[in-house]
C-alpha cells in the first residue's frame, strides 16, 4: 500500500519561474492538507482540499499561490513568479474519510529558489 | 491555538528508554495530544495520539497526566533509526500545529 506520493522531491527556480509541485494520496484517502517548512522552522499549514474543493486556504499567501484537487489526478500546489523567500520544504499530508483522523505524510518537495 | 511546551533537546543511549515530556496546561477538552516525528530530510510520520487514556501502539506508548495537562512520549528502547525531531501537537481540528519540537539523539 504505496504512502502519500510527492514530486518532484526537489525543485529548482529562477525568480519569476513557476513551481508546480505534485502529491498523489494514499489509496482511499480523500482528503489533502498542504503544509510549508522554512528553513530552521516548524511546518505551517497552508491549505485544506478535498476532491474538487478548496475548504481552508486560510494559511495561503493571498497572492501568487493557489492549489487545486481535480477529480481524477493528484493535488497540485502551484506558486507563480517565485521569489527566493518561497524556498522551503512543501510537504503534502493526506487522511481517509474524515479530516479527524491522521494525517499521513510524504516525503516532502524541497524547492530552491535562485 | 492551544500551545505545547517541549524540552529542545534529549540524548539518549541505544536500547535504552527514551521519556519525552509535553506540557500542554491550556489543553481544552476535544483537544486530541498527537505525536509525531521527523527524520532528517523526510516527511512528518505519524507515532501516536491520545484523548485520556495510556495508549500503546507498536511504535511508542503515551502516558498522559490525569488533569490531561502534561503527556509523556516513551520509546521502550531507542534505535539509531529513532534519532530525530519529535513534535507533541494539540488538535481539535484538521490544522495540525507543529512547534520546535524536541531533537533526540540516540548514541551508539
Known amino acids: 500500500n504505496a504512502g502519500v506520493m510527492q514530486n518532484p522531491r526537489h525543485l529548482v527556480r529562477r525568480r519569476g519561474q513557476e513551481a508546480r509541485l505534485r502529491c498523489s494520496p494514499m489509496?482511499?484517502?480523500?482528503?489533502v492538507y498542504w503544509y510549508r517548512q522554512l528553513p530552521e522552522e516548524g511546518l505551517k499549514f497552508m491549505v485544506y482540499l478535498q476532491k474538487e474543493n478548496i475548504i481552508d486556504e486560510s494559511g495561503m499567501p493571498k497572492e501568487r499561490f493557489s492549489a487545486e484537487f481535480p477529480k481524477e489526478g493528484p493535488s497540485i500546489l502551484r506558486i507563480q513568479q517565485v521569489v527566493r523567500g518561497d524556498s522551503a520544504a512543501y510537504f503534502c499530508?493526506?487522511?481517509?474519510?474524515?479530516?479527524?483522523?491522521?494525517?499521513?505524510f510524504g516525503p516532502g518537495t524541497r524547492l530552491l529558489v535562485l | 491555538d492551544a500551545k505545547t511546551t517541549q524540552p529542545n533537546s534529549m540524548e539518549s543511549n541505544e536500547e535504552e528508554p527514551v521519556h519525552l515530556p509535553c506540557n500542554h496546561s491550556?489543553?481544552?477538552?476535544?483537544?486530541?495530544i498527537h505525536w509525531y516525528r521527523q527524520l532528517p530530510s523526510q516527511g512528518p510520520e505519524y507515532v501516536i495520539h491520545?484523548?485520556?487514556s495510556n495508549v500503546n501502539n507498536r511504535m511508542a506508548s503515551l502516558a498522559i497526566a490525569e488533569d490531561r495537562k502534561s503527556s509523556t512520549l516513551i520509546l521502550h528502547r531507542a534505535t539509531l533509526r529513532d534519532a530525530a525531531v519529535y513534535y507533541c501537537i494539540l488538535r481539535d481540528d484538521y490544522k495540525l500545529s507543529f512547534g520546535a519540537g524536541t531533537t533526540v539523539t540516540v548514541r551508539a
Open positions: 491520545g484523548l485520556t
Open positions: 491550556t489543553i481544552s477538552g476535544t483537544d486530541y
Open positions: 499530508a493526506s487522511s481517509p474519510d474524515s479530516p479527524q483522523e491522521t494525517q499521513y
Open positions: 489509496k482511499g484517502h480523500s482528503h
